[in-house]
């Protein structure tokens, strides 16, 4: 989900894994030339989706890698299959009162959150997302949580899940 903290959680991970960490938006707007936004106002949000399947399966291809999809990704369910049949996936969740205290602090443009009333707009896309990101491997629960916790917690399941750093 947005706002959760996906690209900072996922850089302190690679750090400490000595991994490469992958932002999947970021690379989209590298190649597009511009912001998801602006991807969203002048192509689509169809064109949007098409592009982020094409760049999330090739980077789900790399190894010794952490990779931060964007929050709609692991809906399409081509990537969420790539997911599951070649990852480990975490559900960093943060409850919606916390996203609204988090995205309203953000400077960051968020297509999906041009709503006026951004606690149901965010209550709405969470409610319509949980059912699809529980699916994940793991699920940590964020909202009290600092970024180094956080990333302990991920470190712990994942040597238990049988990866050795």
């Given at each position: ?32 030339g ?13 064109y ?102 956080i ?15």
């Open positions: 989900m947005m706002g959760v903290g996906k690209s900072t959680i996922g850089k302190s991970l690679a750090e400490k894994l000595s991994f490469k960490f992958i932002d999947v938006d970021k690379l989209i707007e590298l190649r597009e511009c912001s998801i936004n602006n991807i969203f106002i002048n192509k689509s949000e169809n949007f989706r098409r592009i982020e399947k094409i760049i999330s399966l090739q980077q789900l291809k790399r190894s010794k890698s952490v990779i931060s999809l964007g929050g709609g990704a692991f809906l399409n369910k081509t990537i969420r299959r790539k997911v599951k049949n070649s990852s480990i996936s975490f559900w960093l969740d943060v409850d919606v009162n916390g996203l609204v205290k988090r995205l309203s602090k953000t400077k960051k443009k968020r297509p999906l959150l041009f709503k006026k009333n951004l606690k149901n707009t965010i209550n709405k896309i969470y409610l319509e997302r949980k059912r699809t990101y529980s699916e994940a491997d793991f699920r940590i629960k964020c909202n009290y949580l600092r970024p180094a916790i990333v302990t917690k991920i470190l712990n399941l994942y040597e238990k899940s049988g990866n050795k750093i």
